[in-house]
């Protein structure tokens, strides 16, 4: 399944859909308006396809038409892949670390981070260490 967003600045509104491709004229079988501003638009077989969000920038922000920047989760291989460590590594010195970001999930399978956040923790690592000295 992919989300596809649709955005009408001119219009002030945003459709956001859940379907394996962008959806196509008469799909939708029934909407039923949860607010004066939000309706749910649902498919022949009842799932939910689409969510249609009128007054966008007075219901979510102004900053709905801004450009979007999607985020992507790592565990903790990933994260530690992006760190230079190994995975037990990881989880032993940075993981832990006050200053380390914090999950934004933590499941069975291990903690979730957003890429973003520990990119910017190991850049700002490279910074502050300094390099060895050989005498």
């Known amino acids: 399944m992919r989300i596809y967003l649709d955005r009408d600045k001119d219009s002030d509104q945003l459709y956001v859909s859940f379907a394996r ?9 029934k909407s039923v ?9 649902l498919g022949a077989d009842g799932r939910l396809i689409g969510i249609d ?8 922000g102004k900053h709905v038409f801004e450009p979007l920047e999607i985020d992507e989760l790592v565990g903790v291989a990933e994260a530690a892949r992006i760190c230079g460590v190994r995975k037990s590594n990881f989880v032993r010195d940075l993981a832990g670390q006050p200053d380390f970001p914090r999950p934004v999930a933590e499941l069975a399978s ?3 981070w957003l ?20 005498a």
């Open 115 to 134: 890429r973003s956040e520990v990119e910017a923790y190991q850049n700002g690592r490279r910074e502050t260490r300094r390099p060895r000295r050989i």
């Open 53 to 60: 969000v009128m007054n966008a920038s007075r219901n979510i």
């Open 110 to 112: 291990g903690r979730i």
């Open 21 to 29: 491709e962008p959806l196509r004229k008469g799909i939708v079988k």
């Open 33 to 41: 308006r949860l607010t004066e501003d939000i309706a749910l638009d």
